[in-house]
Structure formats: C-alpha cells, structure tokens
C-alpha cells in the first residue's frame, strides 16, 4: 500500500509563476518553487506571498560586516599583564 502524495500544482501569484511540488519522501509538505519570465529564482517550503516573491527576485543589501566585533574579543589578560588603568583618580 503506497502513501498517497498531493499533486504538482502550478499557479501564479502577481507576475510570479509558482510550482508546487512535493517534498520527497513527505506526504503533505510542498515545495514552492517561484519563476519570474521563466527563470527560477527561488523556492520555500510555505505557501509564498507577491511581497516573498518580490524578497526573492530582489533580496535587500546586506550591511558590510563590522571590523570591530571581529578584532575586539576581550578575554582573561596574559600572565604578568598590567592591571587595567582607571580613567578616574580618586579625588
């Protein structure tokens, strides 16, 4: 006895073409694979909306990355270092 699969599905959501396909070995779970002029451009596991088709043709600019979170590790200080200085003197 085979475990029944839901069908391939195609449809479109604004301009975007949308496939549904199963996921293999899964029995309810669809993969959304989204074309735009016949060209993939993406795919997700949930039901996708214009505004995820619109992230996926055209995903934001990613900051670049901060060059002090990747230097500044404080950490124990080595043996024999000098005690942190204080900025303030007591007065």
Excluded: W
């Excluded at 839901?6 to 301009?15: L, N, Q």
């Excluded at 975007?16 to 899964?26: F, L």
């Excluded at 016949?38 to 990355?65: N, Q």
Aim: hydrophobic share 35%; proline share 12%.
């Amino acid at each position: 006895m085979r475990i029944p699969v839901v069908e391939r599905k195609r449809f479109m959501v604004g301009k975007y073409e949308v496939v549904a396909q199963p996921i293999p070995y899964s029995t309810h779970m669809l993969r959304y694979t989204v074309f735009v002029a016949g060209k993939r451009i993406g795919a997700l596991a949930s039901m996708p909306t214009e505004s995820d088709c619109r992230f996926l043709e055209s995903p934001p600019a990613v900051p670049p990355v901060k060059i002090f979170q990747v230097v500044y590790r404080p950490g124990r200080p080595k043996k024999g270092a000098l005690p942190a200085s204080r900025t303030e003197e007591n007065s």
